[in-house]
T-cell receptor, first 112, second 115 residues
Framework: DTGVSQNPRHKITKRGQNVTFRCDPISEHNRLYWYRQTLGQGPEFLTYFQNEAQLEKSRLLSDRFSAERPKGSFSTLEIQRTEQGDSAMYLC??????????FGSGTRLTVV | SQELEQSPQSLIVQEGKNLTINCTSSKTLYGLYWYKQKYGEGLIFLMMLQKGGEEKSHEKITAKLDEKKQQSSLHITASQPSHAGIYLCGADMRYGSSNTGKLIFGQGTTLQVKP
């Protein structure tokens, strides 16, 4: 296991289209997190899972955003009807409940 | 809610110079992480501090958490071009009144090192 893997690395989409990102965490980690980062800012928390249960969602996660973690392994983040304001880096991290957060390389989304 | 403020927001130093980045919290820090990020890439873990007064070093980078656990500093000695990037501090929210399992981040400090 080489770390947290995110796909795709880059995504360019037209406004109004739906996009889905995937995150494969470190296999021993039962917690998985999604963050969004815009230029010049630190990552902002979106949501996290413990195993397959989604335990917390940020107010940033509008109705157009949905995250799943079936079977407590990989996770997907879907954005419906994308808007230009959704353009950002989407980061995934995983950890044990006791901490030790490891981040993936991120998916850069550009909405044109 | 807890907030983190980093200073300075950006920094340009000559190669070989020392520098310090500060991270100040509005509330007590129960766990403070430092990460480095290259533009357009993910976060690379540097260090984690938990105890007041704790200090950790790795190569030329030293991080400290003050006794009151509301401020951390990251010090780089004899900076090199490889140190350039964005430095982020993150507060572990697993403890304290929120008791929720996530990190919240400062806005980041962009470091440029001129050869």
């Amino acid at each position: 296991d080489t770390g947290v893997s995110q796909n795709p690395r880059h995504k360019i989409t037209k406004r109004g289209q739906n996009v889905t990102f995937r995150c494969d965490p470190i296999s021993e980690h039962n917690r998985l997190y999604w963050y969004r980062q815009t230029l010049g800012q630190g990552p902002e928390f979106l949501t996290y899972f413990q195993n397959e249960a989604q335990l917390e969602k940020s107010r940033l996660l509008s109705d157009r955003f949905s995250a799943e973690r079936p079977k407590g392994s990989f996770s997907t983040l879907e954005i419906q009807r994308t808007e230009q304001g959704d353009s950002a880096m989407y980061l995934c991290a995983s950890s044990f409940p006791t901490g030790g957060y490891t981040f993936g390389s991120g998916t850069r989304l550009t909405v044109v | 809610s807890q907030e983190l403020e980093q200073s300075p927001q950006s920094l340009i130093v000559q190669e070989g110079k020392n520098l310090t980045i500060n991270c100040t919290s509005s509330k007590t820090l129960y766990g403070l992480y430092w990460y480095k990020q290259k533009y357009g890439e993910g976060l690379i873990f540097l260090m984690m501090l938990q105890k007041g007064g704790e200090e950790k070093s790795h190569e030329k980078i030293t991080a400290k958490l003050d006794e009151k656990k509301q401020q951390s500093s990251l010090h780089i000695t004899a900076s090199q071009p490889s140190h350039a990037g964005i430095y982020l501090c993150g507060a572990d929210m697993r403890y304290g009144s929120s008791n929720t399992g996530k990190l919240i981040f400062g806005q980041g400090t962009t470091l440029q090192v001129k050869p």
